[in-house]
Each structure stands twice: as structure tokens, then as C-alpha cells.
């Protein structure tokens, strides 16, 4: 499961949706807008992708991370339009029999599309708004 979206990421849902009898983990990592950033208070954030692109990289990523880990499967959902403070961006979640390569390919997958997929963060102050570079 592999998608942009630009409603609230039902996470509970994606978790039961992939999880199987033979799983003895089931690692959820949520990035979630939070209220601060460079000593700035956040109002709201706002997320913009090259969709075609950016779902063709998570794909990618998601097939690096079953390929490259003992894991059963992973799904990578990103929100993109408007966020409010405690709102998850995104959510990934992998399944696999042993806790450690699902943590493993969750730490990858999460650093890895940081850096590779086309998705902008925009950060909204009360003093004015910023695109923020890489990292997103």
C-alpha cells in the first residue's frame, strides 16, 4: 500500500489491513506536525508533492525495503494539502515475523524517502510562512 492522500491518515485501519497471523511485529512510525520548529511557533503546515514522481520514489522505497529486510510487508502513506498541529504527514507500517528488521526497514524507509521523494513542506508562523528545504 503504497499512496499519497489528502484526508487524515486512518493509521489503526492501514495497521489491521496488513497485519497477518504469521506477523510477530507490527512497527507504526507517524510523523506528526508539531507545534515548533527552529525556535518559530507553527501554526499549520502545508505539504506539496510532485505526485507522480514522489508515489513512483515511495514505491521504490517500499520494494528496496522488502528486498533489503526480512519483513512481510510495508505500507507508506503521505498526506500532502493542509495539516494542523498533531496531525500525522505521514505513516509507515511494516509487518514481519521478528521485531528488529521491521524497526530496521521502518528507520530506512522513513530516512530514505526524507531525502529522495519530491514532497515540500511549507511551515505557516505567526509572523509569516517558509518552504522548508530537504528534510521534509
Known sequence: MFRLVREAIDTKSIACSLQKPEDG?????E?????NSNGKRVRFLEYDAYDAMALKKI???G?????????RDIAIVHRLGHMEIGEASVVIVVTS???????????FTIDTLKQIVPIWKKE?????????????
Open 59 to 61: 514505491e521504490e522505497i
Open 31 to 35: 510523523g506528526v506536525v508539531r507545534d
Open 124 to 136: 505557516f508562523y505567526e509572523d509569516g510562512e517558509v518552504w522548508i528545504e530537504g528534510g521534509h
Open 97 to 107: 515475523a521478528h521485531r528488529g528488521p521491521a524497526f530496521d526497514a521502518c528507520r
Open 63 to 71: 520494494s528496496s525495503a522488502r528486498k533489503e529486510f526480512a519483513i
Open 25 to 29: 511485529a507490527v512497527v507504526i512510525f
